[in-house]
């Protein structure tokens, strides 16, 4: 964990000038931007087909997004069973503002997201090892990634709490039980999302991990960042600027999903979906059931009655199918 950040019963988010004028935050006007997610390019290695039934390294069998071993409602099912399992936290306040859309200019939202979060919750024992990850990557896909023993000690300790909570062991058996694992879990999770690779570039400077959860800037535009811890991370620093909502999806005492609009280290997220409140178990088990089972495509799940979809595209390297993204589609 590269520095820290401390967090306390109530998180007080720049509350007399919204995230301007906070820590590095610099500019808050976007350009004009795309209406929907950044295009993830899926690179394929020439020489196999990693999307069509064949053996991945790691022990993992992949399925083209055409070809799922789960129908649409097992796929339903089996994501309601993760969430009955999930021990869930006391959700954050937020304070969600104007309704924006992607294409607008201007700000919906002078106030931050975030109003409060339970200490409690930011406590949970993955919640607190997630947290020591958000500090270990560079934002920049330009830069290479330099990746110390203590950080690969960081990740392995998350691992290890992630597939100690009733989710993870479940989604183990759902995945055995469809033929989609081989081996441990916990191994696939390593491959899947914490392998560096490029992203159109020379150097080693991504990951699943580092886009979908933490964030990074690729040409001046935010690519990723997913996830609420991140972004209350960078919220509370006064590198990020929420611009108002385009959508959200209740989740009941288990969280919600926020589309939004917002800004960080100056360069722009346009369209962005957030699970918010939800545990680093459940997003990540949602996640890796979508990319084995069905991906590179919009895979149909359900919450709490819920239905929406998780979008997933793969990246290959070196001959590994590696996370991409992935993120809820609402």
Same mark, same amino acid.
């Given at each position: 964990?590269?520095?820290?950040?401390?967090?306390?019963?109530?998180?007080?988010?720049?509350?007399?000038?919204?995230?301007?004028?906070?820590?590095?935050?610099?500019?808050?006007?976007?350009?004009?931007?795309?209406?929907?997610? !950044?295009?993830?390019?899926?690179?394929?290695?020439?020489?196999?087909?990693?999307?069509?039934?064949?053996?991945?390294?790691?022990?993992?069998?992949?399925?083209?997004?055409?070809?799922?071993?789960?129908?649409?409602?097992?796929?339903?099912?089996?994501?309601?069973?993760?969430?009955?399992?999930?021990?869930?936290?006391?959700?954050?306040?937020?304070?969600?503002?104007?309704?924006?859309?992607?294409?607008?200019?201007?700000?919906?939202?002078?106030?931050?997201?975030?109003?409060?979060?339970?200490?409690?919750?930011?406590?949970?024992?993955?919640?607190?090892?997630?947290?020591?990850?958000?500090?270990?990557?560079?934002?920049?896909?330009?830069?290479?990634?330099?990746?110390?023993?203590?950080?690969?000690?960081?990740?392995?300790?998350?691992?290890?709490?992630?597939?100690?909570?009733?989710?993870?062991?479940?989604?183990?058996?759902?995945?055995?039980?469809?033929?989609?694992?081989?081996?441990?879990?916990?191994?696939?999770?390593?491959?899947?999302?914490?392998?560096?690779?490029?992203?159109?570039?020379?150097?080693?400077?991504?990951?699943?991990?580092?886009?979908?959860?933490?964030?990074?800037?690729?040409?001046?535009?935010?690519?990723?960042?997913?996830?609420?811890?991140?972004?209350?991370?960078?919220?509370?620093?006064?590198?990020?600027?929420?611009?108002?909502?385009?959508?959200?999806?209740?989740?009941?005492?288990?969280?919600?999903?926020?589309?939004?609009?917002?800004?960080?280290?100056?360069?722009?997220? !346009?369209?962005?979906?957030?699970?918010?409140?939800?545990?680093?178990?459940?997003?990540?088990?949602?996640?890796?059931?979508?990319?084995?089972?069905?991906?590179?495509?919009?895979?149909?799940?359900?919450?709490?009655?819920?239905?929406?979809?998780?979008?997933?595209?793969?990246?290959?390297?070196?001959?590994?199918?590696?996370?991409?993204?992935?993120? !809820?589609?609402?």
């Amino acid at each position: 964990m590269r520095g820290c950040w401390c967090v306390t019963l109530v998180v007080v988010l720049c509350a007399a000038a919204g995230a301007a004028g906070c820590g590095r935050h610099a500019a808050t006007t976007t350009i004009a931007p795309p209406t929907v997610e !950044p295009e993830i390019q899926t690179v394929r290695a020439s020489s196999q087909n990693h999307a069509g039934g064949s053996r991945r390294q790691g022990g993992s069998r992949s399925r083209s997004s055409t070809n799922s071993v789960m129908s649409t409602a097992q796929l339903r099912a089996a994501s309601e069973e993760l969430l009955a399992l999930d021990t869930g936290m006391t959700q954050p306040s937020t304070n969600v503002q104007g309704q924006t859309s992607g294409s607008a200019t201007g700000d919906a939202a002078p106030r931050p997201l975030f109003t409060s979060v339970p200490g409690t919750s930011l406590s949970k024992d993955t919640v607190r090892l997630m947290q020591q990850l958000l500090d270990n990557y560079e934002p920049q896909t330009t830069r290479q990634e330099t990746i110390t023993n203590a950080e690969r000690a960081e990740e392995n300790q998350f691992l290890q709490a992630l597939m100690q909570t009733p989710v993870m062991q479940k989604l183990e058996t759902i995945l055995q039980q469809k033929d989609l694992l081989q081996g441990r879990l916990r191994d696939i999770l390593k491959l899947i999302w914490f392998t560096p690779y490029t992203r159109g570039g020379r150097h080693l400077a991504s990951s699943g991990f580092e886009h979908v959860f933490v964030g990074e800037v690729k040409n001046r535009k935010v690519s990723g960042f997913h996830n609420w811890l991140s972004f209350l991370k960078e919220e509370r620093e006064g590198d990020l600027d929420y611009k108002g909502y385009i959508k959200k999806l209740d989740l009941g005492n288990k969280g919600e999903i926020i589309k939004m609009r917002f800004v960080w280290l100056s360069d722009t997220k !346009p369209v962005g979906t957030v699970f918010i409140g939800t545990t680093p178990e459940l997003e990540m088990a949602l996640y890796t059931l979508c990319f084995l089972a069905k991906p590179n495509s919009r895979c149909p799940v359900q919450l709490a009655g819920k239905k929406f979809q998780i979008q997933t595209w793969t990246q290959s390297y070196q001959g590994k199918t590696l996370v991409g993204s992935a993120y !809820p589609e609402i």
